[in-house]
């Protein structure tokens, strides 16, 4: 594998880790959601209230569009679910043809 080979591999992994942070954060932001609906914690907490704004801001530019198309169920909202389904399809099935992809690009292949 030469150098086109290894930054491909490298990019392949830098995309795969932030798709992996943002399904962590989502999964995150979704557990103190229910922390502070049950008032196990609260905003009061200046670390617990920076995190959760820091996971809002992180979470709901992805959230955002599915809620839209799906309504709460029940009054439960589904759509961390949905997107956890569609970042671990992505990671899956479409990354890893785009790194092979990447890789035969900068390795000169056609």
């Not at 490298?10 to 103190?32: E, G, H, N, P, R």
């Not at 922390?35 to 709901?60: E, K, P, T």
């Amino acid at each position: 594998m030469g150098i086109g080979g290894g930054i491909a591999g490298f990019i392949y992994f830098l995309v795969d880790q932030l798709f992996f942070l943002l399904w962590l954060a989502i999964i995150v932001s979704a557990i103190l959601s229910w922390l502070f609906a049950f008032d196990v914690i609260n905003y009061r907490n200046r670390f617990v209230g920076q995190l959760a704004n820091f996971l809002d801001s992180v979470v709901s530019p992805v959230l955002a569009p599915l809620r839209r198309f799906i309504p709460p169920l029940g009054g439960m909202d589904v759509t961390p679910i949905v997107a956890l389904l569609i970042i671990s399809g992505v990671r899956t099935y479409l990354l890893p043809p785009f790194g092979s992809a990447l890789a035969t690009l900068f390795s000169g292949g056609v």
